[in-house]
């Protein structure tokens, strides 16, 4: 490198980057898709050209080589096939693909280490390869009785894409169409987004003539749809539409309308003058934002959140001590910066926000490259993308993500020729659903592939001595057997993963996000995972509990009601605590046995509380001494040196400088639900 960049102007760098990658993968998945339908998205391949030029350009400021001279192989490959002198085919997309993942290899690179680089001339040979392949070479522009002055100015490219749409057998028309001078920028993009849901717009060209206060334009058009078609898509009376190589207009509608003389005249010199003295303010009000930024002023709300409960202590006190005068003010004081507060807060939270959509984007091109690589066909189902979870989240959970829906598709979906023996389209699908439910968000990955058979599962397991051959289990318990480190039924482990290898991964990265993962199969028919998330890890709202002596903290967000009950209404049910609860059988745990809490042989309570939390539709209730309210609190990692400790999701600091523990409701469910509890956990 020349010389040494800020760490600013490298994560700037990094930033931008990565968004033209994350657009450029996006384009790609689209321009596959288009190839599938037999044809050439030519706004698509124009988008990925741009989006390789920028990182060029990039690149190029920053003085990275390897990028610049990778990504400038791109855009010359690109703009071949633009031309239509490389052929467009799945291989070319493929090294589109090959040559995009290599450039985000290199960024993420240099987001480590600004000198990070490594050997590019096998990808240089697959790209200059690419760009040699013949095309096609009839022309039969000759065909097409255009007007010469229209021929004379188009460009190689709109050439090309005008032969594409004689070679597909599409109406070429010219549509003359004139503008206010005031507006024609806005109608203009108007009227040719209107064009592009019928056919695609070759050139736009001014037309000669033009007359005070109206501008014109020839736009030349290739649509399936026949004038009359255009026409009612348009709505608009002054325009003309011809059919190329026909000497007969269809519609004769006068070009130019002529302008009340009592309407206010505008010299094109003036309208110039004035742009050229415009304003220099951006029209984007975007702002990249660093997220280690959103997390101090996180931590700053946070601190102000124990502020305000400590003030809140101060007021009680003061109201105890007689002094009623002083403890009002403190109180509407208090009030008002708790208001303050919970807007400061919303606001931290809603920037930390981001449409999961951002994470679909990339699983599409896993689907995409996995599916080529298995012999695979497969439809992919994207709902909810606008759905909203905190940054980090997304980021923490696009790995644990990938290895599911790269396990569906190697292990769950069969082959072409097996869907068509059992019955099936010989393409496969893949559902992406993401919706909030309360506090939680739920994504889902389905496949129609050949489901999971309990009984398959249940020998691996008899058979590797994990559970006892006479052992009787429910179709949920057989399922979990899959998240047990190493479990596979696969008999031989493929490149990618049978299924029930790297599980128990998943589900642990999926659980220190204070998660649940849930499993549904039905064989023959296919599989779901289902993954529960809380919206954010920040600032929450907790039931503040005591259980043996401690003090925790329960997410309220997990918390659906609380009770108070007598001891003989728990009953027994195959060696588990049970709460009859309007009409439903309701798990209980008992904290101070599950953290080895309570003394062996100790007696009871008669009376005591019950926390009843859930995710998703499970449910369980939190046997507990005391309820001591509701406090915002802020999560804190325990770090890697306690990441062991099972059933804790971290630690906050009350007002009053005490540490407590907060519990790790998705973890504590999971252990209660498995039987695990009788042991500490």
Known sequence: MSQQRSSEALKEFISEAEEIIEALNLDLVGLGDSLERGDCDPDLLNSIFRGAHSIKGLAGMFGFDDLSQLSHRMESLLDQMRLGRVPFTSGTIDILFFAVETLARLINGKS???????????????????????????????????????????????????LENFRKKRNIYLILVDFDLSSFDQELAELTQQLKQQGEVISTLPSVGDIGERISFQLLYGSERDAADIRALLGREHLEIRICGQQTTV??????????????????????????????????RTVRVDIDKLDLLMNIVGELVLSKGAISGIYERLRASGDKELSGELAKATRMLERRLHDLQKGVMDVRMVPVGQLFEKMTRIVRRVSNEQGKRIDLDIRGAE????????????????????????????TPEERLAAGKPEKGAISLWAAQKGNHVVIEVRDDGRGIDPEKVRRKAVARGLIDAAQELTREEVYELLFLPGFSTRDEVSDL??????????????????????????????????????????IIKALIVRVAGQTYAVPINSVQETLMIDNKAIRTIERREVLELRESTLPLLRLDRAFNLATPGEESAQRFFVAVVGLADKRIGFVVDELLGQQDVVIKSLGKALSFVKGIAGAAELGNQKTILVLDVAGLMGEALRGETSSHV
């Open 387 to 414: 759905t909203e979870l905190d940054k980090l989240i997304i980021e923490d959970v696009s790995d644990p993500l990938m290895h599911i829906i790269r396990n569906a598709i190697d292990h769950g979906l069969e």
């Open 497 to 538: 993963s049978g299924r029930g290898v790297g599980m128990d991964v998943v589900k642990n990265n999926i659980t220190n996000l204070s998660g649940m993962i849930e499993l549904q199969s039905e064989v023959g028919r296919g599989t779901a995972m289902i993954i529960t998330l809380p919206i954010t890890l920040a």
């Open 112 to 162: 480590e280490d600004e000198h990070f680089t490594f050997d590019l001339t096998a990808c240089f040979a697959r790209i200059d390869q690419a760009g040699k392949a013949p095309a096609a070479t009839n022309d039969p522009l000759a065909e097409l009785a255009i007007d010469p002055a229209v021929l004379n100015v188009l460009t190689e490219y709109e050439e090309h894409r005008l």
């Open 251 to 284: 519609s004769a509608a006068p070009i130019v309308e002529e302008v009340p003389a009592d309407e206010p005249q505008m010299q094109t010199s003036e309208r110039l003058a004035e742009g050229e003295g415009g304003s220099l303010r951006s029209i984007s």
